[in-house]
Protein backbone atom coordinates (compact mmCIF):
# COMPACT_ATOMS: atom_id res chain seq x y z
CA UNK A 1 0.00 0.00 0.00
CA UNK A 2 0.72 3.28 -0.52
CA UNK A 3 0.39 5.96 2.27
CA UNK A 4 0.74 10.21 2.02
CA UNK A 5 2.44 11.25 5.32
CA UNK A 6 2.72 15.41 5.58
CA UNK A 7 5.50 16.37 7.65
CA UNK A 8 5.98 19.11 9.96
CA UNK A 9 9.98 19.24 11.52
CA UNK A 10 8.94 22.10 12.73
CA UNK A 11 11.39 23.81 14.86
CA UNK A 12 14.10 23.47 18.20
CA UNK A 13 15.02 19.66 18.04
CA UNK A 14 11.96 19.15 16.02
CA UNK A 15 14.20 18.31 12.28
CA UNK A 16 16.51 16.10 14.34
CA UNK A 17 13.35 14.07 16.22
CA UNK A 18 11.68 13.85 12.50
CA UNK A 19 14.57 12.61 10.53
CA UNK A 20 14.62 9.96 13.01
CA UNK A 21 11.33 8.88 12.64
CA UNK A 22 11.30 8.73 9.10
CA UNK A 23 14.11 6.82 9.10
CA UNK A 24 12.03 3.91 11.17
CA UNK A 25 9.07 4.59 8.84
CA UNK A 26 11.29 4.17 6.06
CA UNK A 27 13.07 0.50 7.27
CA UNK A 28 9.24 -0.23 7.96
CA UNK A 29 8.44 0.46 4.49
CA UNK A 30 10.80 -1.94 3.50
CA UNK A 31 10.40 -4.76 5.57
CA UNK A 32 6.61 -5.08 5.09
CA UNK A 33 6.21 -3.34 1.58
CA UNK A 34 4.72 -0.20 2.06
CA UNK A 35 5.17 2.72 0.31
CA UNK A 36 5.48 5.94 2.45
CA UNK A 37 5.37 9.30 0.67
CA UNK A 38 6.52 12.35 2.85
CA UNK A 39 5.33 16.43 1.94
CA UNK A 40 7.10 18.65 3.97
CA UNK A 41 4.63 21.12 5.24
CA UNK A 42 6.26 23.97 6.88
CA UNK A 43 4.65 25.33 10.07
CA UNK A 44 5.42 27.20 13.97
CA UNK A 45 8.85 29.94 13.41
CA UNK A 46 10.26 28.21 10.59
CA UNK A 47 6.82 28.88 8.66
CA UNK A 48 7.04 32.69 9.87
CA UNK A 49 10.71 32.86 8.70
CA UNK A 50 9.77 31.75 5.39
CA UNK A 51 6.39 33.46 4.68
CA UNK A 52 5.13 35.53 7.51
CA UNK A 53 3.08 33.31 9.07
CA UNK A 54 2.78 30.89 11.56
CA UNK A 55 0.45 28.47 9.08
CA UNK A 56 -0.33 29.34 5.55
CA UNK A 57 -3.14 27.98 3.86
CA UNK A 58 -1.16 26.41 1.57
CA UNK A 59 0.22 24.39 4.60
CA UNK A 60 -3.83 23.45 5.69
CA UNK A 61 -4.68 22.73 2.32
CA UNK A 62 -1.25 19.95 2.10
CA UNK A 63 -2.31 18.47 5.54
CA UNK A 64 -5.95 17.87 4.62
CA UNK A 65 -4.23 16.41 1.29
CA UNK A 66 -2.34 13.84 3.23
CA UNK A 67 -3.62 10.63 4.65
CA UNK A 68 -2.08 11.85 8.13
CA UNK A 69 0.60 14.19 9.35
CA UNK A 70 3.63 13.66 11.43
CA UNK A 71 5.11 16.72 13.78
CA UNK A 72 8.04 17.53 15.58
CA UNK A 73 7.60 20.13 17.72
CA UNK A 74 7.29 24.41 17.32
CA UNK A 75 8.33 27.34 18.97
CA UNK A 76 10.98 28.65 19.99
CA UNK A 77 12.20 30.12 23.47
CA UNK A 78 9.63 32.89 24.87
CA UNK A 79 11.67 35.15 26.40
CA UNK A 80 14.36 35.67 24.04
CA UNK A 81 13.42 34.51 20.51
CA UNK A 82 11.88 37.35 18.05
CA UNK A 83 8.53 35.24 17.07
CA UNK A 84 7.16 36.40 20.46
CA UNK A 85 7.69 39.94 19.60
CA UNK A 86 4.67 39.08 17.24
CA UNK A 87 1.10 39.99 17.80
CA UNK A 88 -0.22 36.36 19.69
CA UNK A 89 -2.05 35.28 16.44
CA UNK A 90 1.15 35.24 14.50
CA UNK A 91 3.33 33.29 16.79
CA UNK A 92 4.56 29.96 16.04
CA UNK A 93 1.62 28.52 18.87
CA UNK A 94 -0.88 29.97 16.93
CA UNK A 95 -0.11 27.62 14.19
CA UNK A 96 -0.73 24.48 15.42
CA UNK A 97 -3.81 26.04 17.37
CA UNK A 98 -5.10 27.03 13.60
CA UNK A 99 -4.14 23.13 12.22
CA UNK A 100 -5.77 21.48 15.20
CA UNK A 101 -9.12 23.63 14.32
CA UNK A 102 -9.42 23.07 11.01
CA UNK A 103 -8.96 19.72 10.99
CA UNK A 104 -10.75 19.10 13.90
CA UNK A 105 -9.04 17.49 15.51
CA UNK A 106 -11.16 17.19 18.86
CA UNK A 107 -9.33 14.29 20.72
CA UNK A 108 -5.80 14.25 21.79
CA UNK A 109 -4.66 10.69 23.13
CA UNK A 110 -1.20 11.20 25.22
CA UNK A 111 -0.51 7.92 26.37
CA UNK A 112 1.81 7.52 29.86
CA UNK A 113 3.63 4.36 30.51
CA UNK A 114 6.41 2.98 32.45
CA UNK A 115 8.95 1.85 30.85
CA UNK A 116 10.05 -1.43 33.22
CA UNK A 117 13.98 -0.44 31.95
CA UNK A 118 12.84 3.51 32.82
CA UNK A 119 12.09 2.85 36.30
CA UNK A 120 15.59 4.16 37.48
CA UNK A 121 15.00 7.29 35.01
CA UNK A 122 11.71 8.07 37.23
CA UNK A 123 11.70 10.42 39.67
CA UNK A 124 9.21 9.21 42.47
CA UNK A 125 10.07 6.54 45.03
CA UNK A 126 10.19 2.84 44.26
CA UNK A 127 6.98 2.49 46.96
CA UNK A 128 4.95 5.07 45.08
CA UNK A 129 5.90 3.17 41.55
CA UNK A 130 4.96 0.36 42.74
CA UNK A 131 3.70 -2.12 40.04
CA UNK A 132 4.38 0.88 37.76
CA UNK A 133 1.33 2.54 35.78
CA UNK A 134 -0.15 3.21 32.33
CA UNK A 135 -2.54 5.75 31.43
CA UNK A 136 -3.98 7.47 28.64
CA UNK A 137 -4.54 10.77 28.98
CA UNK A 138 -7.90 11.78 26.85
CA UNK A 139 -7.73 15.69 26.29
CA UNK A 140 -10.42 17.98 24.83
CA UNK A 141 -8.18 19.74 22.46
CA UNK A 142 -10.49 22.14 19.82
CA UNK A 143 -12.46 23.83 22.36
CA UNK A 144 -11.95 25.48 26.20
CA UNK A 145 -9.58 28.55 27.17
CA UNK A 146 -7.93 27.71 24.02
CA UNK A 147 -10.64 29.04 21.68
CA UNK A 148 -12.80 30.88 23.39
CA UNK A 149 -13.07 35.02 22.70
CA UNK A 150 -10.40 36.93 24.32
CA UNK A 151 -9.36 40.31 24.52
CA UNK A 152 -7.01 43.11 26.45
CA UNK A 153 -8.15 46.42 27.01
CA UNK A 154 -8.23 49.48 29.00
CA UNK A 155 -11.28 49.52 31.49
CA UNK A 156 -11.21 52.66 34.25
CA UNK A 157 -7.80 53.80 33.38
CA UNK A 158 -5.56 50.23 33.60
CA UNK A 159 -5.41 47.72 31.11
CA UNK A 160 -7.70 44.17 31.73
CA UNK A 161 -7.18 40.49 29.80
CA UNK A 162 -10.44 38.03 29.62
CA UNK A 163 -10.21 34.22 28.48
CA UNK A 164 -13.16 32.64 27.81
CA UNK A 165 -13.53 29.26 29.02
CA UNK A 166 -16.78 27.73 26.76
CA UNK A 167 -17.64 24.08 26.27
CA UNK A 168 -20.97 23.01 24.28
CA UNK A 169 -23.03 19.91 25.20
CA UNK A 170 -21.84 18.71 22.10
CA UNK A 171 -18.06 18.99 22.49
CA UNK A 172 -18.31 17.25 25.95
CA UNK A 173 -20.23 14.43 24.89
CA UNK A 174 -17.77 13.82 21.19
CA UNK A 175 -14.62 13.66 23.72
CA UNK A 176 -16.25 11.56 26.32
CA UNK A 177 -17.46 8.96 24.08
CA UNK A 178 -13.79 8.32 23.23
CA UNK A 179 -12.51 8.50 25.95
CA UNK A 180 -14.82 5.41 27.09
CA UNK A 181 -14.33 3.55 23.46
CA UNK A 182 -10.60 3.79 24.75
CA UNK A 183 -11.40 2.46 28.30
CA UNK A 184 -13.32 -0.05 26.60
CA UNK A 185 -10.37 -1.41 25.09
CA UNK A 186 -7.78 -1.03 28.70
CA UNK A 187 -8.83 -1.86 31.88
CA UNK A 188 -12.01 -0.28 31.49
CA UNK A 189 -11.35 2.99 33.91
CA UNK A 190 -12.32 6.72 33.36
CA UNK A 191 -11.31 9.28 35.68
CA UNK A 192 -13.27 12.69 34.46
CA UNK A 193 -10.99 15.19 35.46
CA UNK A 194 -12.92 19.19 36.22
CA UNK A 195 -13.18 21.77 38.66
CA UNK A 196 -16.88 21.42 38.83
CA UNK A 197 -16.71 23.01 42.85
CA UNK A 198 -15.88 26.22 41.24
CA UNK A 199 -16.99 26.28 37.61
CA UNK A 200 -20.46 26.13 34.99
CA UNK A 201 -17.94 24.58 31.88
CA UNK A 202 -17.03 21.64 34.66
CA UNK A 203 -20.30 21.27 35.64
CA UNK A 204 -22.10 20.78 32.53
CA UNK A 205 -18.69 18.57 31.86
CA UNK A 206 -19.85 16.22 34.54
CA UNK A 207 -23.30 16.24 33.82
CA UNK A 208 -22.54 15.01 30.15
CA UNK A 209 -20.01 12.64 31.04
CA UNK A 210 -22.46 10.95 33.38
CA UNK A 211 -24.79 10.77 30.57
CA UNK A 212 -22.09 9.12 28.07
CA UNK A 213 -21.07 6.92 31.54
CA UNK A 214 -24.73 5.27 31.23
CA UNK A 215 -24.14 4.12 27.95
CA UNK A 216 -20.92 1.69 29.34
CA UNK A 217 -21.98 -0.30 32.11
CA UNK A 218 -18.65 -2.36 31.92
CA UNK A 219 -16.50 0.79 32.83
CA UNK A 220 -15.95 1.87 35.91
CA UNK A 221 -15.71 5.78 36.06
CA UNK A 222 -15.42 8.55 38.50
CA UNK A 223 -14.74 11.70 38.75
CA UNK A 224 -11.58 14.03 40.46
CA UNK A 225 -11.09 17.78 40.66
CA UNK A 226 -8.32 18.63 38.67
CA UNK A 227 -5.79 20.10 41.48
CA UNK A 228 -6.75 17.03 43.36
CA UNK A 229 -5.38 15.02 40.13
CA UNK A 230 -2.35 16.89 39.53
CA UNK A 231 -1.46 15.95 43.51
CA UNK A 232 -2.85 12.11 42.66
CA UNK A 233 -0.03 11.85 39.51
CA UNK A 234 2.59 11.91 42.17
CA UNK A 235 0.94 10.31 44.99
CA UNK A 236 -0.56 6.96 43.29
CA UNK A 237 -0.40 7.01 39.69
CA UNK A 238 -0.94 3.43 39.35
CA UNK A 239 -4.84 4.01 40.25
CA UNK A 240 -5.15 5.96 37.02
CA UNK A 241 -6.93 3.91 33.36
CA UNK A 242 -8.32 6.99 31.21
CA UNK A 243 -8.24 10.23 32.09
CA UNK A 244 -10.64 12.56 30.29
CA UNK A 245 -10.37 15.95 30.90
CA UNK A 246 -10.49 19.16 28.60
CA UNK A 247 -7.91 21.28 26.86
CA UNK A 248 -6.08 23.38 29.20
CA UNK A 249 -6.05 20.97 32.23
CA UNK A 250 -5.03 17.91 29.50
CA UNK A 251 -2.52 20.18 28.42
CA UNK A 252 -0.89 20.80 32.22
CA UNK A 253 -1.52 16.78 33.76
CA UNK A 254 0.06 15.47 30.37
CA UNK A 255 2.84 17.29 31.18
CA UNK A 256 2.99 16.14 34.77
CA UNK A 257 2.04 12.54 33.80
CA UNK A 258 4.89 12.15 30.98
CA UNK A 259 7.51 13.78 34.18
CA UNK A 260 6.44 10.68 36.05
CA UNK A 261 7.26 8.07 33.61
CA UNK A 262 11.30 9.31 33.70
CA UNK A 263 11.25 11.86 30.60
CA UNK A 264 8.83 13.78 28.19
CA UNK A 265 11.00 12.88 25.14
CA UNK A 266 9.28 9.21 25.30
CA UNK A 267 5.86 10.20 25.13
CA UNK A 268 3.62 10.37 21.74
CA UNK A 269 0.40 11.53 21.14
CA UNK A 270 -2.10 11.71 18.93
CA UNK A 271 -4.60 14.20 17.52
CA UNK A 272 -7.59 12.89 15.82
CA UNK A 273 -10.89 13.66 14.34
CA UNK A 274 -13.81 11.74 13.07
CA UNK A 275 -12.23 10.27 10.01
CA UNK A 276 -9.19 7.94 9.97
CA UNK A 277 -6.88 10.90 9.50
CA UNK A 278 -4.71 11.82 12.50
CA UNK A 279 -1.85 14.50 13.56
CA UNK A 280 1.05 12.34 15.15
CA UNK A 281 3.62 14.39 17.73
CA UNK A 282 5.65 14.12 20.40
CA UNK A 283 3.99 15.42 23.73
CA UNK A 284 7.13 17.52 24.28
CA UNK A 285 8.33 20.50 22.95
CA UNK A 286 10.76 22.42 20.66
CA UNK A 287 13.64 22.33 23.52
CA UNK A 288 15.34 25.19 21.82
CA UNK A 289 17.90 24.98 24.61
CA UNK A 290 19.45 21.53 23.02
CA UNK A 291 18.27 21.77 19.86
CA UNK A 292 21.06 21.10 17.26
CA UNK A 293 23.37 19.35 19.63
CA UNK A 294 22.16 15.86 18.85
CA UNK A 295 20.97 14.52 22.17
CA UNK A 296 17.27 15.14 22.17
CA UNK A 297 15.45 11.76 22.29
CA UNK A 298 13.68 10.58 19.19
CA UNK A 299 11.57 7.93 20.72
CA UNK A 300 8.60 9.85 21.31
CA UNK A 301 8.28 11.07 17.98
CA UNK A 302 9.05 7.06 16.56
CA UNK A 303 6.48 5.77 19.15
CA UNK A 304 3.98 8.63 17.38
CA UNK A 305 5.01 7.40 14.28
CA UNK A 306 3.93 3.86 15.47
CA UNK A 307 0.62 5.64 16.66
CA UNK A 308 0.13 6.59 12.96
CA UNK A 309 0.32 3.25 11.54
CA UNK A 310 -2.06 1.90 14.37
CA UNK A 311 -4.62 4.65 14.06
CA UNK A 312 -4.54 6.15 10.98
CA UNK A 313 -3.60 3.19 8.61
CA UNK A 314 -5.02 -0.09 10.61
CA UNK A 315 -0.70 -1.56 10.58
CA UNK A 316 -0.90 -3.17 13.67
CA UNK A 317 1.87 -5.54 13.46
CA UNK A 318 4.17 -2.87 11.95
CA UNK A 319 3.27 -0.29 15.03
CA UNK A 320 3.81 -3.25 17.58
CA UNK A 321 7.13 -3.78 15.83
CA UNK A 322 8.57 -0.60 16.11
CA UNK A 323 7.11 -0.45 19.97
CA UNK A 324 9.14 -3.99 20.16
CA UNK A 325 11.86 -2.53 18.99
CA UNK A 326 12.00 0.91 21.63
CA UNK A 327 11.75 -1.42 24.56
CA UNK A 328 14.40 -3.89 23.45
CA UNK A 329 17.01 -0.49 22.77
CA UNK A 330 16.01 0.29 26.62
CA UNK A 331 16.62 -3.40 27.75
CA UNK A 332 20.12 -3.57 25.35
CA UNK A 333 20.88 -0.01 27.88
CA UNK A 334 20.87 2.34 25.23
CA UNK A 335 20.32 5.76 26.45
CA UNK A 336 19.91 9.23 25.50
CA UNK A 337 20.89 11.84 27.90
CA UNK A 338 16.99 12.46 29.47
CA UNK A 339 16.25 8.88 30.42
CA UNK A 340 19.95 8.12 32.20
CA UNK A 341 19.50 6.62 35.31
CA UNK A 342 20.95 8.31 38.62
CA UNK A 343 23.55 5.68 38.52
CA UNK A 344 24.39 5.50 35.19
CA UNK A 345 27.47 3.02 34.61
CA UNK A 346 25.51 0.35 33.41
CA UNK A 347 23.66 1.72 30.78
CA UNK A 348 25.50 3.51 27.69
CA UNK A 349 24.50 6.99 26.40
CA UNK A 350 23.34 7.73 22.86
CA UNK A 351 22.35 10.67 20.70
CA UNK A 352 20.02 11.09 18.63
CA UNK A 353 21.06 9.99 15.02
CA UNK A 354 22.70 6.83 17.42
CA UNK A 355 18.91 5.93 18.90
CA UNK A 356 17.25 6.23 15.78
CA UNK A 357 19.65 3.87 14.20
CA UNK A 358 19.71 1.24 16.69
CA UNK A 359 16.24 1.12 17.16
CA UNK A 360 16.08 0.25 13.15
CA UNK A 361 18.51 -2.41 13.74
CA UNK A 362 15.72 -4.38 16.27
CA UNK A 363 13.49 -3.99 13.69
C1 LIG B 1 0.93 20.90 23.80
C2 LIG B 1 1.60 22.25 23.76
C3 LIG B 1 0.66 23.21 23.04
C4 LIG B 1 -0.61 23.29 23.84
C5 LIG B 1 1.26 24.60 22.83
C6 LIG B 1 2.55 24.52 22.01
C7 LIG B 1 0.28 25.55 22.20
O1 LIG B 1 1.93 22.66 25.04
O2 LIG B 1 0.64 20.33 22.72
O3 LIG B 1 0.70 20.39 24.91
O4 LIG B 1 -0.69 24.02 24.83
O5 LIG B 1 -1.56 22.58 23.48
MG1 LIG C 1 1.56 21.23 26.56
Not at 101 to 122: D, G, T
Not at 314 to 335: S, T
Request: hydrophobic share 40%; net charge negative; glycine share 10%.
Amino acid sequence: MTYNIGVIKGDGIGPEIVTEAVKVLDAIGTKFGHQFNYTEILMGGCSIDATGEPLTDEAIAAAKASDAVLMGSIGGNTSTSPWYKLPADKRPEAGLLKLRKSLNLFANLRPAYLYEELKEACPLRDDIIGEGFDMMIMRELTGGLYFGERSTKEENGQLVARDSLTYSETEIRRIAKRGFDIAMKRRKKVTSVDKANVLDSSRLWRKIVEEVAADYPEVAYEHMLVDNCAMQLVKDPGQFDVILTENMFGDILSDEASMVTGSIGMLSSASLNDTKFGLYEPSGGSAPDIAGKGIANPIATILSAAMMLRYSFDLDAEADAIEAAVKQVLKDGYRTIDIMPRDGSTVKQVGTVEMGDLIVERL
